[in-house]
C-alpha cells in the first residue's frame, strides 16, 4: 500500500522560480494537509482541506496556494518562491478533521 | 496564543524508562496525539488521549491531565531505534493541530 506520496523528494530552486510539490493519497481520506518543518519549530500548517473542492489557510498561508481537483491530489504552489521558503515540507492525511494525521515523506525544499 | 511546550532534547539509557512531558495552553482542546519523528523521517503516530488518564499501548503509555493542560509520554525498556523526535500535538477547538517542537530523545547504549 503506497499510502500518502510525495514529489519531489528534494529540490533547489532559485528566487522568483514557482514550483508546484506534489501529493497523492490512495486511502480515499477526506482530509488533507501541508505542513512545513522548520528546525527548532513546531510543524505549521499553510494550507488544508477537509474535503475534495473545499481549502482553507492555515497558520502560515501567505506566498503558497492549493488546490483540490479530487480526493486523492493536494498540489502546493510556490507561486515564486523566496529564500525563506527553505524548508521540509510534508503532506498528510486524514479520515475526517478529527482522526489521526498520516504523512508523506517530506519534500526539502531548497530556495537559493 | 497558543502554545505547546516540552523539553528540547532528553538523554537515556538503553533498557530504561524515560517520561517526556508536554504542557499546553491552546483555545479550546479537543484531543491531544503524540507522534514519533526518526531523523530525516516523516511523523508516525503513536497515541491520542482526549479523556484525562492513561493510555498503554505495549511499551509506550501517554497520560493527559486536561485540568493542568498537561500530558506525558513513557517509553520503558528502551531500545536503540527509540531514538527519535518525539512530538505533542493538541487539536484545538476550530480541529486545527498546534504542535510543539519536539523533544530530541537520545539512547545510550
Known amino acids: 500500500t503506497a499510502g500518502i506520496t510525495q514529489a519531489p523528494t528534494s529540490q533547489i530552486l532559485a528566487a522568483g522560480r514557482s514550483m508546484t510539490l506534489r501529493c497523492t493519497q490512495d486511502m480515499r481520506h477526506n482530509a488533507m494537509y501541508w505542513y512545513r518543518q522548520d528546525l527548532g519549530l513546531g510543524l505549521r500548517l499553510i494550507h488544508y482541506?477537509?474535503?475534495?473542492?473545499?481549502?482553507g489557510k492555515g497558520e502560515v498561508p501567505d506566498g503558497y496556494s492549493v488546490s483540490r481537483a479530487n480526493t486523492d491530489d493536494f498540489p502546493l504552489t510556490l507561486a515564486s518562491a523566496v529564500p525563506s521558503q527553505t524548508s521540509v515540507y510534508f503532506c498528510?492525511?486524514?479520515?475526517?478533521?478529527?482522526?489521526?494525521?498520516?504523512f508523506g515523506e517530506g519534500s526539502r525544499l531548497t530556495v537559493l | 496564543g497558543q502554545n505547546i511546550d516540552q523539553p528540547t532534547e532528553m538523554t537515556a539509557t538503553e533498557g530504561a524508562i524515560v517520561q517526556i512531558n508536554c504542557t499546553y495552553q491552546t483555545s479550546g482542546f479537543n484531543g491531544l496525539f503524540w507522534y514519533q519523528q526518526h531523523a530525516g523521517e516523516a511523523p508516525t503516530f503513536l497515541s491520542y488521549?482526549?479523556l484525562d488518564g492513561l493510555e498503554e499501548k505495549g511499551r509506550f503509555s501517554s497520560f493527559l491531565s486536561r485540568s493542568k493542560g498537561y500530558s506525558y509520554l513513557l517509553l520503558k525498556e528502551l531500545q536503540m531505534k527509540d531514538s527519535a523526535s518525539y512530538l505533542c500535538?493538541?487539536?484545538?477547538?476550530?480541529?486545527?493541530?498546534?504542535w510543539g517542537a519536539g523533544t530530541k530523545l537520545i539512547i545510550k547504549p
Open positions: 482541506s477537509n474535503t475534495a473542492g473545499t481549502t
Open positions: 500535538a493538541v487539536r484545538d477547538s476550530n480541529y486545527q493541530l498546534i
Open positions: 498528510a492525511s486524514s479520515p475526517s478533521n478529527t482522526g489521526e494525521l498520516f
Open positions: 488521549n482526549v
